[in-house]
């Protein structure tokens, strides 16, 4: 068995959230408009943090990073999704490869966002905690360092996942009740005993999604306390800038978390719950972080401005 490799199955077929016309409709404005509005909301942060002198802090650096993986993680399953909306089954199929390679950068991404929430979490702690040392220990330099470290992580998590899996024999089951190929999925597909290997990856993407977020609530609840501790004029901005961190994080961890330490992903839930992974999420983000931050917000009316002062002068 293990000879013959994946060469029976070249394709997997994907069921979809649903076949009725009356959902089929909604759901395809719906994913249009966060899709569009989350890739035109991360774009006009980058483009506002690039092109704004105000905004060259590391705070505002690691928030153009964000908005930028934002971009990448729902451009891996939304684009896909949508246009598969209105496909009879059989021809939501995607090829074995590219099932592959939805995987590797679903959690290469997705793992480095999560380095890059605890960086901004240790941001905020040593700009709240530890205010006259900002400058030093927050420097540009230990920003791009905490930069690469995330995209290290996130290749390397992803790499020994796949490593195993590629290797799988898949000898006529493909069909994935699903709209985007995850693992837990995917493992059940392979004509041999995965138990070993669903154990690696709850072990690996769960260790992971719940380690992050155990340490980010833990640095928010005492970044909490130093605020209460010392409260001040400043302690409510501070306020609004981590509750926003904070809702940001429950949105994008509680769904993972569910995918990969729930014992038997065989419900429904999962598939909708990742929704919010897959659109949600990367839409709150700029929501959050623009219509809540004055400096983001005057930032956006400056570059406006310039804008039509621009195309007034050519
Ligand atoms: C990401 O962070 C690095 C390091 O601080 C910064 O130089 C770069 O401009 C940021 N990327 C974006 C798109 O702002």
Redesign the pocket.
């Known amino acids: 068995m293990d000879g013959m490799n994946h060469s029976t199955v070249s394709e997997f077929v994907f069921l979809g959230l649903t076949n009725s016309w009356k959902i089929q409709l909604p759901l395809f404005v719906f994913s249009c408009l966060f899709y569009l509005g989350g890739m035109m909301g991360n774009l006009v942060i980058?483009f506002t943090?690039?092109f704004d002198a105000h905004l060259h802090s590391?705070m505002y650096?690691?928030l153009?990073?964000l908005?930028?993986i934002d971009m990448f993680f729902c451009s891996i399953t939304a684009p896909k999704m949508i246009y598969d909306i209105f496909k009879k089954h059989k021809h939501k199929a995607i090829s074995f490869c590219g099932c592959i390679t939805q995987i590797f950068f679903t959690h290469a991404v997705g793992a480095a966002e999560m380095v890059l929430l605890i960086t901004m979490a240790f941001d905020r702690y040593v700009a709240i905690c530890k205010p006259l040392h900002y400058l030093t220990i927050m420097s540009?330099r230990m920003?791009?360092y905490c930069?690469v470290t995330s995209w290290i992580v996130g290749f390397i998590h992803s790499l020994i996942q796949l490593v195993f899996v590629v290797d799988l024999p898949f000898c006529g089951p493909n069909v994935l009740d699903s709209f985007y190929c995850d693992l837990p999925r995917l493992l059940r597909l392979a004509c041999t005993n995965t138990l070993e290997l669903e154990f690696m990856v709850t072990v690996n993407s769960g260790l992971i999604s719940v380690g992050s977020f155990v340490l980010l609530v833990i640095s928010y609840i005492f970044i909490l306390f130093t605020v209460w501790k010392h409260s001040s004029g400043g302690s409510y901005k501070a306020l609004s800038t981590l509750s926003a961190h904070i809702i940001v994080v429950v949105l994008f961890f509680g769904p993972l978390m569910f995918f990969y330490t729930w014992p038997s992903p065989t419900s429904h839930l999962d598939k909708y719950l990742a929704i919010f992974d897959a659109f949600i999420t990367p839409f709150l983000n700029p929501v959050i972080y623009t219509f809540r931050n004055k400096e983001m917000k005057m930032a956006i009316k400056r570059l406006c401005s310039r804008l039509v002062r621009y195309r007034k002068i050519s």
């Open positions: 980058v943090i690039t590391s650096f690691l153009a990073n908005s930028v540009p920003c791009l930069l």
